[in-house]
């Protein structure tokens, strides 16, 4: 294929992509669910001086995302709304993330892969579920280290691999698989190389002093800064597995697979990504790598054992669809070349346009059913932002909404913000009992409650120590539960 070819392609993909993008932005740009706010209010406070923490004053690293946090601070200086910030940021993720599979497609000589995932990567439900998290800026920047390892454009693969690790500490996978690709590569090689050879051999030690210095700045930082580079929430999240009303990672998949089993195009690509599967070994084994990933992703946060928060199996996605372009891959070279080629194919082209419309359609379901959690935390967040005193502490179960529109000092009962509270967890607990501790160790100024959740709560304490001063009507919010917030005097 010649250059001029190759150049058309990538301008029609771009402009593809930037289509897709501005389509699915204009249709999520509301887009919104709790955790994420935890990482704006971090950029929030960097814009507003007050250092990388989410309570002022208090160096906790309750954040998996420190570059994510960083490029909403950056960026925040032109866009001051974090939240369609990040939503933008995750748009324009996904289409970068479908780009590099597409290029990744066209140098392992693949490239009905590549055209496939254009199609099914951007309107998968799933990543579209995880906008405003750094979950597809990790998807994206992990997909762009396979895509410049495959071209041998190893300064890039390092700068997008320390990238990745800091936008989640899983991205550290990436490099590892990449790492004993390089070396498996350069020790199977021939006697006598030729030029191509003799880089694949050559030390890069280039690319280790990229990767080495990104990730040492930041971990620098992080031991003298927070004492710990290792977020807090990592372990909230493993006592929240321990939790027996929890589940856990691995079973959890089950949960996901049923909300799409449900619709006959799923079928369809799973068949897909079955056969795509056994292509690769059998004849595509460069996707094996690529494949690895998908599995030693799944079996690591199996053996981390955290809660099944959905946000966590997006990255199972692009493994999916690639299999499933694989699949289509071998049809597609299987069908004979005689008469009935032209029909077989052409039947192909149909069967993935039906696929596409049918997860377009349910993109568009999803779409219409957001959080209904969003606009009755933010009124409550507001509230306490007008009538609150600046240094008033708030109690909540969950606090990435409230937390961010409050701009008030923030005790989480889920563990995530005070690393004692998650200490309380263990297989007997509830969020219940993790509330009475972190109250009756911190007690709030305030506590924000859905009526009849913590029965023991509003008993023994907030029947004793509180009264409610603002009540949110869940018809006027559009949200399943009214929302409480009560002022407490603890000298009573």
Known sequence: MSNLTISRERWFVGGYLVVVGILLYAGFHEWAYDDPFITYRYAQNVLRGNGFV????????STTTPFFALILAIFGLIVPDLHYLANFLGIASIAL??????????????PIVGWVVLLLYPSFPLLLTTLGSETLLYLALCLGAFATYAKKRYNLTALFSALAVLTRADGILVPFLLSMDFINRRLTHNAKPDSEDREERALPWSVLFIFLVILGLWFSFAWVYFGSPIPATLFAKQAQGNMAISQRFAPGILRVINWYMTRWQYWIEAILAVIGIFYALAAKRRWLLFFFWTILYFVSYTILGV???????????????VAVGLGIQWLWNFIPQDRYSLILRGAMVVLVAAVFVAQVNHVDAVRINPDHRYKIYRATGEWLAENSSENATVGALEVGIIGYYANRPMIGFAGLIQPDVAKVMNKETTYEDTALWAIKHYHPDYLVLYPGVFPKVEESIVAVFCFKVASFNKNRYDSPANLFVYACDWNK
């Open 307 to 321: 809660s099944s928060y959905f946000w966590y199996y997006a990255p199972l996605v692009p493994g999916f669809v």
């Open 54 to 61: 989410y309570n002022t004053g208090l160096k906790v690293l």
């Open 97 to 110: 993330g479908a780009y590099f599979i597409w290029d990744l497609s066209k140098t392992w000589q693949t």
